[in-house]
């Protein structure tokens, strides 16, 4: 079986618990265990350009450039619609093998994306954060 990182998913799983929302997505994780090839995880590693950033951007008005991260920080009707989106979240970071940092603040969420490995803004950042645009 895949080796499973749960930090990411640490945050999500407390939060979710607490506010009783426990998606089935997120309980069946360890079954789970879907990534990319290495072939295409090395693809879409490669560090994007000023240029090609500014020109994703276009296409993503709800994010914003900071620093080396892209960063949406969208706002909901209360604190357990937040926790939803999240649970949502889940499946397609869990499918792209991609995962963002993210912070809570009782209706907002701040969702983060950048490629650590690669040191900077890479497309599975882009692809994921357009995922994430259509929750």
């Known amino acids: 079986m895949p080796r499973l990182r749960w930090t990411s998913y640490l945050k999500v799983l407390v939060i979710s618990l607490i506010a009783g929302t426990l998606s089935p997505v997120v309980a069946s994780l360890p ?13 879409m590693n ?9 020109t994703r951007l276009l296409r993503l008005p709800a994010w914003r450039l900071d620093g080396q991260s892209i960063v949406c920080d969208p706002r909901f009707a209360g604190f357990p619609e937040a926790i939803a989106f999240l649970n949502r979240l889940v499946e397609p970071a869990e499918a792209a093998g991609h995962h963002p940092d993210l912070e809570v603040s009782y209706n907002r969420v701040i969702i983060r994306l950048t490629t650590h490995d690669a040191g900077g803004l890479t497309d599975q950042d882009f692809s994921l954060a357009e995922k994430i645009s259509q929750l």
């Open 31 to 43: 079954s789970q265990g879907t990534r990319p090839s290495l072939a295409r995880s090395m693809e």
């Open 46 to 54: 490669s560090v994007l350009s000023a240029a090609e950033i500014q």
